[in-house]
């Protein structure tokens, strides 16, 4: 228990010594001052001002975060019959691509189907 005490004073001491070593924070006068920047004309910010308000009323009347359409678009139905045959004809092509060996079996080459030949 005095161990962590006294290792705990330790750390304390120089966490305060470390920080007191630090700069006032005070800025460098010639430094610390943006570089002066030409007054604008109130005939300037005028039309600034006009501007924005343009762009604003524009966006303003636009589509908004939110809006718009919720729905998705109806797509043309089709018939379960003609969506089971359209399945079929895609299982029998996939059916005939797997029997001539265009898809890889066991995509990795360490797959161990790769490796029982």
């Known amino acids: 228990m005095r161990k962590i005490v006294l290792i705990g004073a330790a750390v304390i001491q120089l966490t ?62 089709v018939s379960s019959a003609d969506r089971k045959a359209a399945a079929a004809k895609r299982r029998a092509a996939n059916r005939e691509a797997n029997k001539s060996g265009e898809y890889a079996r066991g995509g990795n080459a360490d797959a161990p189907e790769k490796q029982k030949q």
């Open 16 to 77: 305060a010594m470390t920080a007191f070593a630090q700069s006032s924070g005070e800025a460098d006068p010639s430094q610390a001052k943006a570089p002066p920047v030409a007054k604008t004309t109130p005939a300037e910010r005028a039309a600034a001002r006009s501007d924005r308000k343009a762009q604003g009323g524009q966006a303003a009347r636009g589509p908004q975060i939110g809006e718009g359409q919720s729905e998705p678009a109806p797509t043309a139905a």
